[in-house]
């Protein structure tokens, strides 16, 4: 199989590399075009104001100077010029895509973006930031595609994976989720410096996770690796057929 590999905490990040390294064991034909740096919590952003340069790293394996987004469509739209693609993966990254997190999310993103293009993709995450090992998510990922992932993606989706900070023998299963919901309370540092600009650094104090029945959040929490699958197309169906008896809709001129 022909599989595209992005991500978004870099091109040397240990997740994405142990992907790599585990998808090659099966023989898969792996091009890697990854961000040069870190780019976590950039979504979908594209580099349109600055240069983008694109490093060959070495054959089918390309460093980027912007974000996984920009990762994807350079692929797409340079790269990719002789070559068909069945799977396009990003991750594995470094900690949770859960709940809100996809909106942030630069993993979640080039999946996203892959999907825009007409590619079937997953996108992958593991839990945890300290001491991570990836080879339970790389495992669960080869194991998925050699008992045929791609039947089961539908279009115009992709799939947001996401597997807990455990062992292989902690695991409690495999279950399809709904996104959940998490909060969380912000900080930010501030100063002023010498000019009068005002300097801030944001981060977050406490994460609060509602762990409703059915939802990744509940999964993860629960041992168990989340699968949800994801549209491309966000709008609301049922509210557009609302707003279409809104009678100012058609009165207003």
């Known amino acids: 199989m022909n599989i595209l590999v992005s991500n978004d905490d870099g091109y040397d990040a240990p997740g994405i590399q142990t992907l790599i390294s585990r998808l090659e064991r099966d023989g898969h034909n792996i091009m890697v075009v990854a961000p040069e740096t870190q780019q976590s919590a950039k979504s979908h952003s594209l580099t349109l104001h600055d240069t983008l340069y694109c490093y060959k790293v070495e054959e089918n394996r390309y460093k980027v100077s912007g974000t996984p987004a920009d990762c994807v469509l350079l692929a797409e739209k340079r790269l990719l010029t002789d070559q068909k693609i069945d799977l396009v993966i990003s991750g594995i990254n470094k900690g949770q895509n859960i709940g809100e997190d996809i909106y942030y999310s630069g993993t979640v993103a ?28 790389a495992e669960f990922v080869a ?11 539908q279009e115009g989706e992709f799939l947001n994976i996401n597997v807990p900070e455990i062992t292989r023998d902690e695991l409690e299963g495999v279950v399809v989720t709904l996104l959940g919901h998490r909060e969380f309370t912000s900080f ?38 989340s699968i949800t699958p994801i549209f491309a197309n966000i709008s609301n169906d049922c509210s557009i057929r609302e707003l279409k008896k809104w009678k100012f809709l058609s009165e207003f001129k």
């Open 110 to 137: 080039a999946a996203r973006e892959a999907t825009f293009h007409g590619y079937k993709a997953i996108a992958v995450s593991r839990l945890g930031f300290e001491g991570l090992d990836f080879d339970l998510p």
């Open 143 to 153: 194991q998925a595609i050699q008992n045929n992932v791609l039947d089961y993606i």
């Open 188 to 225: 930010s540092k501030g100063k002023i410096l010498d000019d009068g600009v005002i300097e801030f650094n944001f981060g977050v104090e406490e994460m609060i996770f509602q762990e409703d029945p059915g939802t990744d959040i509940e999964a993860v929490h629960n041992n168990k690796i």
